[in-house]
Every structure is written in structure tokens, then in C-alpha cells.
């Protein structure tokens, strides 16, 4: 399966970057690039559970391909689920339910950087994805 360009072009950056703190900007930079979402979206029906921070996630099918938008209030995990967008956007409903988060992470070198808090709040992320997928 090949990735979507928005993925290929997270890959090459973060691929480029080598210390932690230029990641850091990076996935500060990523999260200023999420879609945006109107105030009045950011109702409890398009809120993630089970992430520790508020994230507001909505969906369209578009010609038989995904488009996610997202929204939190904490600066790191905008970056982290930009990046998840950007793994996702664009791809049909049987793709989605085969990404790999860990893996993707893993590839962005960003896996250590995951506590089991922000690793779990990315998938519920994924899985509120997938389950509007499923509906």
C-alpha cells in the first residue's frame, strides 16, 4: 500500500531531523497545518474518548476516500494527530483499518517520544476514525 503524499512528505522531514528538539519544532510546525475547526464543531458528539487531552475529530467520505479534520487544545498532540491526519487523509475505508499506528510512529522516529497516555490517545484517535468508517 503505498502512503499517501502527505505521509511521504512527514517521512522525509522528520527523517531529516535527527535531535529531539528539532522533532519537537517540527511537530509544533505540523500541528499549526491541521484543517480548522469551527468553534461551534468542537461539541461533545465529534470529541475522542480516551485521550487525556480534548480532541475534536470529524470525518467525510469523499469519492470513496476519507478526509479527517482535527482540533486540540494541547500544542504537542495537534502536532502528533496532524501527523496522524496525514497518515490517514485520503484513504478508503478498508485502508484505515490497516494502518499501523505504532509502526508509523516508529518510522517518524517519534515512537519514544509517545508515553502510554499520548500513545493511547492517538488510538482512540484511530479508532474513532475507524469506527466512523464502520457506520
Not at 522525509?12 to 528538539?21: K, N, Q, R
Not at 509544533?28 to 464543531?41: I, K, N, T
Not at 486540540?72 to 502536532?79: E, T, Y
Request: hydrophobic content about 40%; proline content about 3%.
Amino acid at each position: 500500500m503505498s502512503l499517501p503524499s502527505d505521509a511521504q512528505t512527514a517521512l522525509d522531514t522528520f527523517d531529516a531531523s535527527l535531535g529531539w528538539e528539532q522533532r519537537a519544532r517540527l511537530l509544533m510546525q505540523w500541528g499549526e497545518r491541521l484543517p480548522s475547526v469551527a468553534d461551534d464543531e468542537k461539541v461533545d458528539e465529534h470529541l475522542v474518548d480516551g485521550c487525556e487531552s480534548k480532541v475534536w475529530l470529524l470525518g467525510n467520505l469523499e469519492e470513496g476516500r476519507w478526509q479527517f479534520r482535527a482540533a486540540s487544545d494541547a500544542r504537542l498532540i495537534r502536532g502528533l494527530v496532524a501527523l496522524l491526519l496525514a497518515r490517514v487523509n485520503g484513504l478508503s475505508t478498508q485502508e484505515l483499518q490497516q494502518v499501523d499506528l505504532p509502526d508509523w510512529f516508529n518510522q517518524l522516529g517519534l515512537s519514544r517520544q509517545l508515553s502510554p497516555s499520548r500513545s493511547n490517545g492517538l488510538n482512540a484517535v484511530l479508532q474513532k476514525m475507524r469506527g466512523m468508517a464502520d457506520s
